[in-house]
């Protein structure tokens, strides 16, 4: 008979011990999300809803800009070999154009 009563004390007092532990879990949860996910004041005056209304024309004209793709490799000289290439510096113009400083330095 002692026995039957000292196990539904243990396990009275692990229910009781796990309520009150999820009861401070949850609390502490609410209360995180309260203090952490507010926006201040000047901020929320700031925001403001996206007008929903565009302007035809104008997304026609981003619609109708010049496509460029762009190029991710070098084209080759005429040695072949990679430690030339790294030997010669390589420039740019205006225009993009990738220019060998030799190059220049001749003309």
Not at 44 to 55: A, K, T, V, Y
Not at 57 to 71: A, D, F, G, V
Not at 82 to 92: E, K, R, V
């Amino acid at each position: 008979m002692k026995k039957k009563n000292r196990i539904q004390k243990d396990i009275l007092y692990l229910a009781i011990s796990s309520a009150v532990l999820t009861i401070a879990w949850v609390s502490f949860n609410i209360f995180h999300t309260i203090a952490t996910s507010t926006i201040e004041p000047d901020l929320q005056i700031q925001i403001e809803p996206i007008d929903p209304s565009f302007d035809i024309n104008e997304i026609q004209k981003i619609k109708s800009r010049q496509q460029i793709e762009p190029i991710f490799t070098l084209q080759q000289s005429e040695s072949s070999s990679p430690s030339a290439s790294l030997q010669t510096p390589i420039t740019g113009n205006q225009s993009g154009e990738l220019i060998r400083v030799e190059s220049l330095e001749g003309e």
